[in-house]
């Protein structure tokens, strides 16, 4: 009895541990990178357990910081907005398999509009 009992055990953890149990623990951390497009920059967002982000975009042409806000998916997705007021947006994916992200970025202020892409990656839990 005992027997029959390890074994369906052992096959019920292999069934509950699947790789389809996916959180947002795989993103908490620091994700960093560069922005390109009518603008550049480098950008900085935090990740936290309840899948909010924060963060800065940098730009490179009027030194100016504007925040990052938003919130994560558990299947990666991120949407965010830029500036305070809102801005603009900053929308994208982010991979636990290779720590990669990239994504596209949009800002209404100052006029004209400016938008582009973004990639970076994971640099720290």
């Not at 996916?22 to 920059?41: C, H, L, M, N, Q």
């Not at 936290?48 to 975009?57: I, N, R």
């Not at 990666?76 to 994504?103: C, H, M, Q, V, Y």
């Amino acid at each position: 009895m005992k027997k029959i009992f390890l074994l369906l055990f052992t096959a019920f953890l292999f069934i509950g541990c699947s790789k389809d149990d996916d959180t947002i623990y795989d993103f908490i951390g620091t994700w960093a990178g560069r922005y390109d497009g009518t603008e550049k920059g480098d950008w900085n967002i935090v990740v936290a357990t309840d899948g909010k982000v924060t963060g800065t975009l940098h730009s490179d042409q009027t030194t100016e910081n504007y925040y990052i806000s938003g919130h994560l998916t558990e299947s990666g997705e991120l949407t965010a907005t830029i500036g305070t007021p809102d801005d603009g947006e900053f929308k994208g994916t982010l991979s636990r398999e290779d720590k990669k992200a990239n994504g596209t970025w949009v800002n209404a202020l100052p006029t004209p509009d400016r938008s582009g892409t973004w990639i970076g990656e994971k640099t720290s839990k």
